[in-house]
């Protein structure tokens, strides 16, 4: 994948703006819920999940899973054409591990995405070690005619840092999935979380320059957060857990975004999961007011997206 990117007052290269600039109009995502499970909370891994993971399996719950897909994307338009006058989706898997059924069922639901005629791509969240060469070329035939990404949850380079957070799967697995994923011409997001328990600024930076050096697609930044119900929240209350304090988000958050190529989308800096069930950082909750941090940051710095990509 590679667009100009487009000049706008934002010092790093937004997804939004790529699409926009891509398809002519803002593209807007619908969040979908296909009944997936992941193998890393059915026993099939390990029992209990990632320790920061709630019941929702990081769904957004925008549309009740009661919902057949078909109906969930025409709802999503239907709000979303009234809401913000849109005119062209993109279909987002978004909850658990997306790829994690057999291939014939597969494509029975990524196709039912794909059912209104204002829908221009297709993102597929999941795990690097729910993937295979039979589910990647599915996910490739979208190519031709959508938009089409995976969205690997890595969260970390640090395999000490991925068994702690009991992520099951190492740095290995993601770099074979990535591999096998670029080399069908698919568009990768890689999600990745700061802030995660004894990892200091600098595992952090280690994991952006990895990526980096991997010239990503696109990355999704997630501060870590804190909800009911999951193994973070017990040491959380337990004060085995400390969270990373706004400022040091904002100024961490832009030494990541000068070490990434500047071809790189940005899919995320701001905001994560539900408000009215997360217990911490509140800080959190101001998305814009983050996002407005950032910029005064970068601009006080004289910086940008890619000031110190090294070009590896």
């Known amino acids: 994948m590679f667009y100009p990117r487009p000049v706008t007052n934002k010092r790093y290269f937004q997804f939004s703006e790529y699409l926009k600039n891509k398809f002519g109009s ?39 899973k009661l919902l057949s897909v078909e109906e969930q994307v025409f709802t999503g338009v239907e709000t979303l054409s009234s809401r913000f006058k849109a005119k062209k989706f993109m279909s987002y898997f978004q ?35 729910c993937v295979d ?26 395999d000490r840092t991925l068994k702690f957070i009991n992520r099951g799967h190492d740095f290995e697995t993601f770099l074979r999935a990535y591999e096998q994923t670029k080399k069908r011409g698919i568009n990768v997001c890689v999600h990745i979380i700061l802030g995660l328990p004894n990892e200091s600024r600098e595992d952090m930076l280690e994991t952006v320059k990895t990526l980096a050096s991997l010239n990503v697609d696109g990355v999704k930044f997630h501060c870590l957060c804190i909800f009911p119900n999951t193994k973070l929240y017990d ?78």
């Open 26 to 64: 803002k593209v807007y995502k619908i969040t979908l819920d296909a009944g997936f499970s992941c193998p890393n909370r059915d026993g099939t891994i390990s029992s209990g999940g990632c320790i920061f993971c709630d019941d929702g399996g990081s769904f957004s719950r925008a549309h009740s």
């Open 95 to 129: 909850a658990y591990s997306n790829t994690y059924k057999p291939v014939e069922e597969l494509k029975k639901i990524y196709d039912s995405s794909l059912c209104h005629k204002d829908v221009v791509g297709i993102s597929v969240g999941t795990r690097p070690d």
């Open 133 to 158: 060469e039979k589910k990647l070329e599915l996910i490739a035939s979208y190519t031709d005619k959508y938009e089409t990404w995976v969205e690997y949850g890595l969260q970390s380079i640090h």
């Open 235 to 312: 040491m959380y209350e337990n004060g085995q857990v400390t969270l990373m304090e706004e400022d040091e988000y904002i100024k961490t958050a832009c030494d990541c975004l000068e070490l990434l190529p500047e071809k790189t989308t940005i899919h995320r800096l701001g905001g994560n999961g539900l408000q009215a069930i997360k217990v911490a950082p509140k800080w959190l909750n101001k998305k814009f007011e983050i996002l407005n941090r950032i910029d005064d940051e970068l601009e006080k710095r004289n910086s940008f997206q890619g000031k110190h990509f090294c070009g590896l």
